[in-house]
């Protein structure tokens, strides 16, 4: 059992803020979920979100038992079963929506890239750990790159470019923490700026068409840029407190595809209007502020990089999928991290935010 000393030490915020928005994604799932054939269970996803979150919450408890250094033993490990798992996909991996991305396990389908972003922070956590401080040349980051651009390319090769950017998100935040040279950070920029016209040419068509839609939907307004047509039009007309729960025309009447998913940010925008978005946001604001909190006062430097990782994943989650359904970002698929329905994506982010509670609450060797 946890010892009271520990428990007194939780960041009770952070539960707060987590339990408010997995209990606001639930209801929000249900007003987004509506019965398209008879005989369909309108609350499917709720109740299925709602017991993978119960079971993520036992799974956080028994985790919080172990100190987080514990992770760095087995970082190795952890990361070779990433290598397989991803591999796995591109041999009996389930397509969908022109991606392979998932595994079939009985019921349940699994998305191991989803996984892959929490054990790419444990291994680089892991790794930068050891490397602190040795960033003098250039050439001391290639084995860093390497050691990230494997299962970047893997899941690349889905293809899921939302998930690789997030790679990048989180590889350049732990960097920087770790004390890499801002001029070394400025030249790897500069390159990836250079390169860009190059990375172009090995996008399928699909993800050329979403970069050219984001520059102008109306390229393509019933294909490509359908989704943020009606994402645009579903938050607008929301205005300042929405239409209300359920009450959501370009959700209820099925004008908004993947409501309930990706782009479930704009049926809070259409049924909260303004103010409800605007609450959610001020949720995500608080969490990532206690990640960079629980960051600066981590008691070691791998906790510290733990704490980094994970903010700098959720960061980039809620930019570039509130961006995505607002019509400033490119639709990249990334879901709303704790809101989107997904059970992968879920238990990533449900353990990812157990980790911190982890480091928070053994932090400086346990503040009493």
Known sequence: MLSRRLLKNLDFTVISVTVLLVLISLVVIGSATHVNTPGEDRYWYVQRQGIFAVINIAVIFILLHFDYKSLGKYANILYAINLVMLLAVMFVGQSALGAQRWIQIGPINLQPSEFSKLIMIISLAHLLEKKQGHFDAFKDLIPIFIFVGVPFLLVLKQPDLGTSLVFLAILFGMLFIAGIRVKHLAAIFAAGLAILPIFWHFLKDYQKMRLTV??????DPLGSGYHIIQS????????????????????????????????????IGEEFGFAGSLAVLTLYLILLYRGVKIAGEARDSFGMLLATGITSMLAFHVLVNVGMTAGIMPVTGIPLPLMSYGVSSLTTNMVSVGILLNIYMRRQKILF
């Open 214 to 219: 984001f520059l102008d939907p109306n390229v």
């Open 232 to 267: 645009k039009i579903a938050i607008g007309s929301g205005m300042l407190f929405g239409k209300g729960l359920f009450a959501g025309t370009q959700s209820q009447l099925n004008f908004l595809p993947e409501n309930h998913t990706d782009f479930i940010f704009a049926v």
